[in-house]
């Protein structure tokens, strides 16, 4: 039997007393409902009563609510509980809900949920009082690198949000993965999200208490923009700029002094935001990385590249109000000019971004920043997914605790949580699934962080994965850290990733240190305060026997699971092919570090191995891709695999040659 100790509750409510009792639960319900103020009363009536047969699976009649009846279900308005709050309590007389909004029931509904689905015949007497820390629990999805799902995955996606009791979801877009009609024929390849799509995607959100918020970058990252023969003109810097080392970035931010920048700005926003229920935009304008250094500055002499920022951001901000949307924007332009904090627009939102943990970072100093300028902001942790093929656990960990508790701190409207797709968006829907619950239970209850990472995993095998084994948690996080074997301290990234993408690919050890150690001074600027004249042997240093071993042993932990969740053999075969890739990587690694002391014959196997997996590797691509996504962009992100594929090819007839 179930006793109140074995309940286990997510996100953890704020206070659960629990008493000594049971109630039984009886085959015929009944339910007594009392009046609120809400206008749509009929609306919350239907969605107790739907709610309670998907929990109860038992008929239920409604009765007067000053009649007792031991086995009622109540449900009380409640004007004093906080925003979002709600109180539950089970005792003798049944189930008593009180609430003060239409968000709060539902949280409340959900909770008993997961209380029903644990107990059997009886329910153990118990009483909670609930509220969240932060009123915006948000994810954001990058649908604008490659990888546009489905509406089925959509669909999904939301019900784990709910699930979860996170209210906020974001699609980031650049490029077209929306349909905008004024620009179809110039993107004949791609596959967008429709306007039809956006309306049965935006009430089937609502309908969950989320607030699906439109999304368009519009002044950096607007590269398949500026590809098209129309707008090449209003690129900033036509050339581009090399982004990384090896890794030529083309034109992507918008000439701002450019009145058809504007204009073509004002077209993509009239077009999409009426669609969307939501009171919020997000206009990005992110990483504008040739801003001031090309055409504006040519056209203005005298303005800085903040003013110029400000400026640009000020005429964007007065068509999003037209519109009757407040923006959202992300704040590292700003937070690298902080003086124009106080001139920035009104009734707008900073979303503060960064992606490392507390060891390279915290979001404290912008949170006391922006709380001490009164503005409003978010934070935006991540899922540490992109750029690692599995994640990168111990950093997702960190980087969400730390923004939860600085946001929480500091007074932040909220938390995002962002899941990118940055160079081909090779990782799989599941491998950011721990970084989804995690931040959901986190920005609901920050007191919960003692036991968060034990709480995700069980949330992933009870309710996500449906383990009966109870290894998928586990097996989830712990794939994740196989960048612990690469002793490569970069950011935002995994030296494997680095390797099997057109950072790295086929080279000499002396080549691929030469282009780790590029990277690590580049994008960790701060952190390696190496002398000019020395070097890291990252080569010698990446421990690829025991990161073989080790995803070895991943393999075989894959195959005790359990799981009874409905796509249970996709997400099998996800993880099977995630560590195949991995693999390849670490033989890839191997060739290049032995290539120059083995001999030819050696050298000509292993290439042709190589090849073989490689070979595995395309083919299997595009069939797991499409199990959850539209077709647009694969072609893209798969052309990384047939460059390695070329590569070898070439390295073989090479060395046949002689």
């Known amino acids: 039997m179930v006793n109140a100790q074995s309940i286990f509750l997510f996100p953890v409510p704020r206070h659960v007393v629990l008493e000594s009792g049971q109630w039984l639960k009886p085959n015929q319900l009944t339910v007594r409902l009392s009046p609120s103020t809400f206008p749509d009363r009929g609306g919350i009536e239907a969605m107790i009563m739907h709610r309670l047969l998907e929990i109860t699976s038992k008929p239920f009649t409604v009765v007067d609510r000053k009649q007792e009846d031991e086995t009622a279900f109540s449900f009380v308005y409640n004007g004093q509980i906080a925003e979002q709050g709600y109180h539950l309590s089970v005792q003798e007389t049944g189930v008593a809900i009180e609430y003060a909004d239409p968000a709060g029931l539902s949280y409340a509904l959900t909770t008993l949920k997961q209380v029903y689905n644990q ?163 997000n206009i990005n304008f992110d990483e504008p990385w040739e801003l001031g250094k090309g055409k504006s500055r040519e056209a203005d002499q005298e303005s800085s590249t903040a003013d110029l920022y400000l400026d640009f951001l000020k005429k964007v901000v007065q068509i999003v109000q037209k519109n009757g949307k407040k923006p959202l924007f992300w704040g590292d332009t700003v937070f690298s000019h902080p003086e124009i904090i106080k001139e920035l627009p009104n009734d707008c939102i900073v979303l503060d971004w960064m992606y490392e943990n507390e060891k390279n970072g915290s979001f404290e100093n912008h949170c006391k920043m922006m709380k001490e300028s009164e503005q409003s902001y978010m934070v935006c942790p991540g899922t540490s997914s992109w750029m690692s093929i599995s994640g990168r656990t111990d950093n997702m960990l960190g980087n969400i605790a730390d923004a939860a508790i600085n946001g929480k701190k500091y007074n932040a409207a909220g938390l995002i949580v962002t899941d990118w797709g940055d160079m081909g968006h090779w990782q799989y829907a599941p491998i950011s699934y721990a970084g989804y619950v995690y931040s959901a239970g986190l920005s609901w209850n ?105 995803l070895d042993s991943m393999s075989s932990k894959l195959q005790e699971s359990d799981m009874e969740c409905a796509d ?49 590797i395309s083919d299997r691509y595009p069939q797991l891709w499409l199990k959850r996504n539209r077709i647009g962009g694969l072609n893209r992100s798969i052309q990384q695999f047939h460059s390695l594929n070329n590569q070898y090819e070439t390295k073989l007839k090479e060395l046949s040659k002689f």
């Open 568 to 616: 249970n053999h996709l997400i099998r075969e996800e993880f099977e092919y995630t560590i195949r890739l991995l693999t390849h990587g670490v033989d890839l690694y191997e060739y290049i570090l032995l290539e120059q002391t083995e001999h030819e014959g050696w050298r000509q196997e292993r290439l042709k191995q190589l090849i073989d997996s490689i070979t595995a």
């Open 119 to 281: 107990c059997g015949a009886a329910i153990p007497y118990l009483k909670i009082e609930d509220v969240p820390d932060l009123k915006v629990r948000g994810l954001m999805l990058d649908i604008g690198r490659d990888k546009i799902p489905s509406m089925h995955s959509l669909y999904k996606l939301i019900d784990l949000m709910a699930d979860l009791k996170m209210n906020h979801l974001q699609l980031y877009m650049e490029g077209y993965c929306f349909e905008y009609e004024r620009y179809k024929s110039l993107f004949p390849d791609e596959t967008p999200i429709t306007a039809a799509e956006i309306q049965a995607l935006d009430r089937y959100a609502a309908e969950r208490f989320i607030d699906f918020v439109p999304n368009q970058n519009l002044l950096g990252h607007m590269t398949q923009w500026l590809e098209r023969e129309p707008f090449r003109e209003l690129a900033e810097f036509p050339e581009g700029i090399e982004l990384l080392p090896g890794v030529q970035s083309p034109a992507s931010t918008l000439n701002v002094k450019d009145p058809k920048s504007l204009e073509l700005v004002e077209n993509l926003l009239n077009e999409l935001l009426h669609i969307f229920s939501s009171p919020f935009v």
């Open 446 to 550: 920050t007191d919960s962080l003692a036991t968060a990472e034990a709480d995700t995993v069980n949330y992933l095998n009870q309710s996500v994965f449906e383990d009966a084994k109870n290894v998928m948690g586990n097996f989830v996080l712990e794939l994740g850290n196989y960048y612990r074997y690469e002793n490569f301290p970069i950011i935002n990234m995994t030296a494997m990733f680095i390797l099997l993408s057109s950072m790295g690919g086929l080279s000499t050890s002396e080549v691929l240190n030469h282009k780790l150690n590029s990277l690590f001074t580049r994008i960790n600027n701060e952190m390696a305060n190496l002398p000019k004249d020395e070097s890291i042997d990252f080569i010698s240093n990446f421990q690829y026997e025991e990161l073989r071993h080790f």
